[in-house]
């Protein structure tokens, strides 16, 4: 199976979120750091994974996500 690379966007007034999915082993990094430790609960994580594991594909894809929140404004 040929890898390929997926990628979206997502933004909400100053935030950016960029996601990048391709094939692989079910590793989730956001922001260059595994996404258990990102989130830090593990009722976070499970939210993260449900959607994966309905389709039974968990160690199916990798996901890189670059977050960037915006500047407050006052």
């Given amino acids: ?3 390929t690379t997926e990628n ?5 007034k100053a935030a950016v979120a960029r996601v990048y999915l391709s ?3 079910g590793k989730i990094k956001i922001n260059g750091r595994d996404f258990r430790e990102y ?3 593990e009722s976070l994580a ?3 994974l449900e959607p ?3 389709i ?3 160690d199916a894809y990798d996901f890189n996500i670059n ?3 915006g500047r407050a404004h006052v």
């Fill in 23 to 25: 094939s692989g082993k």
């Fill in 39 to 41: 989130l830090c609960r």
């Fill in 67 to 69: 977050v960037k929140i």
């Fill in 1 to 3: 199976m040929p890898i």
């Fill in 56 to 58: 039974d594909k968990v």
């Fill in 8 to 12: 979206g966007t997502g933004r909400r």
């Fill in 46 to 48: 499970n939210v993260v």
């Fill in 52 to 54: 994966l594991d309905v």
